[in-house]
């Protein structure tokens, strides 16, 4: 028996494991021809009238699975006998192969445990080749039909969004690495990569811009909603004049919706200014309708503004990129000042309005791609131009997002680094002022400078005590109960005492319990430091600080043990025993030591 080699090992996994990923975009492939040929076969069971058999059916699936992928397909039946080009792609179509593309790469890069994991470019090519290989067996069977694939589109776009979506999958299972710079870039660039800040801002410059993108499709969308409803009647005549039967109409109504995300980007671009074309000399734009549109029966056509010059109405539709401006802007600012009135840790203005600037181009880039993906001919002659102009669009997203969106971020940064409140009154108020000195008249000022200093600290010293025994005797402590404290200790010599505070009548502050206050609390006269404080007089003693002294605790008394003993045994039922408890001792009993030698011990 011989071993088999680790080298022949590797080998046959990374076979193995290309074959997969192979498998993979062919699987992909076939799952979303598989669907939409199960719906068109669906919708020609269901129509009374066919024209023609199951073989045609399927010709034209395989057609609009190509024109899903961005394929301009040719209809040669026409009335003229001119073949018509086909190109305007439903956007709404093109989701489902290019999630099938991602999906497929995606798991071809990350594997399931156990299984050999290709490389990520042996991935990517394994899958695109599957892939690819399909949707060229779809074009040859589609070639004999009634809607045809023309070969040049069938590189580009078809192929580069096979390609992009298998890129998109394969990066994504790596964990969506930005990757590092080429060793030709310049030196700055590359270190201009290295740091994190300027990934950061990358980031915040495409999500500003996709979230430009996104408002400008939604307030396309509700341009074309608002128009739907203006012209309601209109709509509803041409829906029901394409079909009699409802199987020709749930048909038309699914091409409606397939259609949607088209008819949000032309809203789009009419608010955007340039609006879009239906067909050679005829431009539908916020200002007016030019020429003579030629307009087939469809739905979402109906839509169109009537001719002539624009109203209040129309002109409205410029709320969309005002929105999209305010949307770069404050996705920008969001990152530029993380935490509000924080200045460590945000940009600088110039930083802020270069970051929005650059996510107003990339708002403006996406928009002229997509514009470009939203139009096409549908057929010669008038239709042969349909949609909107891409090289208009995408400039006048850029002009608008930046024009709003600069500025804006520039306030919006100044509005989050704004403390919140009348800050600066409150620094004004809070500001810490020092002691007030004072000459007396007659007093030398330059000779006399450490007296002055001294007599200002017994002053100040004087207002303080007075002030801490005025707080602390105004204040209710918790252990009095219902009673506030009285005053100062002149007052509170004359009162009756309050329960529970531990003080009776004729106890200087120093004393607790009727205690008298210990010597070196007291002075010659009576008087105490506490109440020489408090009155403000004292002389040398002026720098005496005094401080609350806490009651003697009752709750160790004897008087207080027994009674709590004799509610425990009176609540016990006679369980407890008939002798007080012992009293606690504060310390634990001595250990008696062992006599040492020579001496005798004691009892």
Not at 81 to 106: F, I, M, N
Not at 346 to 370: D, I, K, M
Not at 479 to 508: F, H, I, L, Q
């Amino acid at each position: 028996m011989t071993e088999r080699s680790p080298m022949l090992s590797a080998e046959r996994g990374r076979s193995t494991a290309l074959a997969s990923a192979f498998l993979r975009g062919v699987i992909a492939a076939g799952l979303g021809l598989g669907s939409l040929a199960v719906l068109v076969m669906v919708l020609w069971i269901s129509s009374p009238y066919p024209d023609s058999g199951p073989g045609g059916a399927l010709h034209v699936a395989a057609g609009i699975w190509l024109l899903a992928h961005g394929a301009e397909l040719v209809r040669p039946d026409t009335l003229s006998g001119v073949p018509a080009p086909v190109a305007t792609v439903p956007l709404l179509l093109v989701l489902l192969p290019v999630w099938l593309a991602h999906r497929a790469a995606r798991d071809a890069a990350d594997p399931d445990e156990g299984r050999a994991r290709p490389s990520p470019a042996g991935a990517f090519c394994a899958v695109t080749a599957g892939y690819v290989l399909v949707a060229a067996g779809a074009a040859a069977y589609a070639r004999g039909g009634s809607l045809s694939a023309d070969p040049d589109s069938l590189v580009f776009p078809a192929a580069f969004v096979v390609a992009g979506a298998a890129a998109a999958g394969v990066w994504t299972a790596a964990g969506r690495p930005l990757g590092s710079v080429p060793s030709w870039a310049p030196l700055w660039l590359q270190e201009a990569v290295a740091r994190t800040l300027f990934r950061t801002r990358v980031e915040t410059l495409c999500r500003s811009a996709a979230a430009g993108v996104m408002v400008l499709l939604g307030g396309g969308a509700l341009v074309v909603a608002a128009g739907l409803v203006w012209h309601a009647q209109e709509t509803q005549q041409s829906f029901l004049a394409l079909s009699g039967d409802w199987a020709g109409r749930f048909a038309v109504l699914l091409l409606a919706l397939a259609l949607v995300p088209n008819a949000a980007l032309w809203g789009a671009a009419y608010g955007l200014g340039p609006g879009f074309v239906l067909g050679t000399g005829a431009t539908v734009t916020p200002a007016a309708v030019l020429g003579q549109p030629a307009l087939p029966h469809f739905p979402l056509l109906a839509a169109v503004p009537d001719q002539g010059p624009g109203s209040l109405a129309n002109w409205a539709a410029a709320a969309v990129p005002v929105a999209a401006g305010l949307a770069v802007a404050w996705f920008t600012v969001r990152r530029a000042v993380p935490v509000p009135a924080v200045r460590e840790g945000s940009w600088s203005p110039w930083e802020t309005a270069l970051v929005t600037l650059l996510a107003a181009v990339g708002c403006g880039a996406g928009t002229a791609v997509l514009m470009a993906m939203a139009g096409g001919p549908l057929g010669t002659g008038a239709l042969a131009d349909f949609g909107p102009v891409w090289w208009l669009t995408g400039p006048a997203a850029l002009a608008w997002t930046a024009v709003i969106g600069v500025p804006l971020a520039l306030l919006l940064r100044v509005w989050r680094m704004r403390e919140p409140g009348w800050a600066w009154r409150r620094a004004a108020t809070e500001e810490p002022r020092g002691p007030r000195v004072e000459t007396r008249p007659g007093s030398d000022v330059g000779g006399g400078s450490d007296e002055s200093e001294r007599e200002s600290e017994r002053e100040s010293a004087q207002k303080s005590a007075q002030k801490s025994v005025q707080v602390s005797a105004g204040r209710r402590r918790w252990w009095n109960g219902k009673g506030k404290g009285k005053g100062d200790a002149g007052e509170g010599a004359g009162e009756a005492p309050v329960p529970g505070s531990g003080s009776v009548p004729g106890s200087v502050p120093g004393s607790v319990s009727g205690v008298p206050a210990p010597a070196s609390a007291s002075r010659p006269g009576g008087t105490s430091r506490g109440a020489d404080a408090a009155t403000g007089t004292g002389g040398a003693d002026a720098g005496f600080e005094p401080y609350d002294f806490l009651p003697a605790d009752p709750w160790h008394d004897t008087e207080a043990r027994e009674a709590r003993w004799a509610s425990l045994k009176q609540g016990s039922g006679g369980l407890m025993a008939d002798f007080p408890p012992d009293a606690p001792s504060d310390r634990a009993p001595e250990t008696s030591r062992p006599p040492e030698p020579g001496q005798e011990a004691t009892p």
